[in-house]
């Protein structure tokens, strides 16, 4: 173990995401049990620059693990971009003797690790968002729990829909990634999937496609749309307009980034901030924790921005196959 560190705190920053709270309790208590001292910075990088620094001790992260959102609460700031805010925050950690940060959060969050780790901070960057979209990763915290509360979502709009014979456009999450969608057109069913990676804007193909499907006798036809396509509404009334079909936009919107974590978030949370404290006290920084071919893995935050990953070629033509 490092003699180094002594302190260490944690921060949530960019969306929330349910499986957050999971890995601040494992971060906590492994921390406690490996004999250090915990903070707990509130509302992410802003509220660092605000001092808004907090003991936690073992009991103060009880009751949390099964509850979605942060309990320290996140930000998006801006200012944190800029050199001399990066410095007032290195400085701010070591006035209150944190040696090193647990920053859970997606790419830009680790770019703010980065810069603290470069001002003699340690950090140990974990990958919390609901969107899938980090590339040294296939698993991120959130995204088990999103993808069963949008499918369990469009299952309900399918009654419906079908009880209506109506065609129904349903638009999930994911910013500029297609991973929510893609999951719950395979998942629900869905008769076409619309994602960044792949959509040739072709919307007389999906057209016909609704227009066959209806001559073949299906009641209902399900559009997953990735919200990084967008414009639901407008495309709802393009397609009514061209298919005489009714035609109806649901934007599931944040109810996909709250909710109790399932059991995959809150146990894969739970490791892998026992393994962000445990690669900290090895004397690794400037990391983040990743889960890869079964194992969960750390890689240098620079190497792991530059990594890139894209939509399974295969899953995605399954998802197709399957609507026939
Ligand atoms: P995510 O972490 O989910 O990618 P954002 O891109 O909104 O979400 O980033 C979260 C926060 O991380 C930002 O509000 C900012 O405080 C910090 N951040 C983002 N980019 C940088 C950067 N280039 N340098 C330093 N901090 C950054
Ligand atoms: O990154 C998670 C996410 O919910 C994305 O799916 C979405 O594009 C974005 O955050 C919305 O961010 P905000 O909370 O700033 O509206």
Redesign the pocket.
């Known amino acids: 173990m490092s003699n180094e560190i002594k302190t260490i705190a944690i921060l949530t920053s960019?969306?929330d995401a349910p499986g957050m709270n999971a890995a601040i309790r494992a971060v906590a208590r492994t921390a406690i049990a490996r004999g250090l001292k915990v903070k707990g910075i509130k509302r992410g990088y802003a509220g660092l620059l605000n001092e808004e620094i907090v003991e936690i001790e073992a009991r103060n992260v009880s009751d949390i693990i099964q509850r979605g959102g942060t309990v320290l609460g996140t930000a998006?700031c801006l200012e944190f971009k800029k050199a001399e805010y990066q410095k007032k925050g290195a400085d701010i950690c070591r006035k209150h003797g944190i040696d090193g940060i647990v920053v859970i959060g997606?790419d830009g969050s680790y770019r703010g690790a980065q810069a603290l780790s470069r001002l003699g901070i340690n950090t140990v960057g974990l990958p919390g968002?609901?969107?899938l979209d980090i590339s040294c990763t296939e698993y991120t915290i959130g995204f088990d729990t999103a993808v069963n509360t949008a499918m369990e979502a469009i299952d309900k709009v399918k009654d419906t829909s079908s009880s209506h014979e109506r065609c129904s456009i349903i638009e999930v999450?994911?910013?500029n990634a297609g991973y929510i969608a893609l999951w719950c057109a395979v998942a629900n069913g869905a008769e076409d999937v619309l994602i960044p990676e792949k959509y040739d804007y072709n919307e007389q193909e999906i057209i016909n496609h609704i227009i066959e499907s209806r001559k073949r006798g299906k009641s209902h036809h399900i559009i997953i749309n990735a919200?990084g396509i967008g414009h639901s509404t407008s495309m709802a009334r393009r397609i009514e307009a061209a298919t005489g079909i009714e035609t109806r936009a649901t934007i599931l919107g944040y109810m996909q980034?709250g909710g109790n974590p399932t059991a995959k978030d809150r146990f894969y949370a739970s490791i892998m901030g026992a393994y962000a404290v445990d690669i900290m006290l090895q004397g690794k920084t400037n990391r983040v924790v990743g889960y890869r071919h079964g194992e969960f893995v750390d890689y240098d935050i620079e190497e792991a921005l530059q990594m890139e990953k894209g939509i399974d070629e295969y899953q995605y033509e399954v998802a197709q196959l399957l609507t026939v």
């Open positions: 960019g969306g998006r997606g968002t609901i969107d999450m994911g910013r919200e980034r």
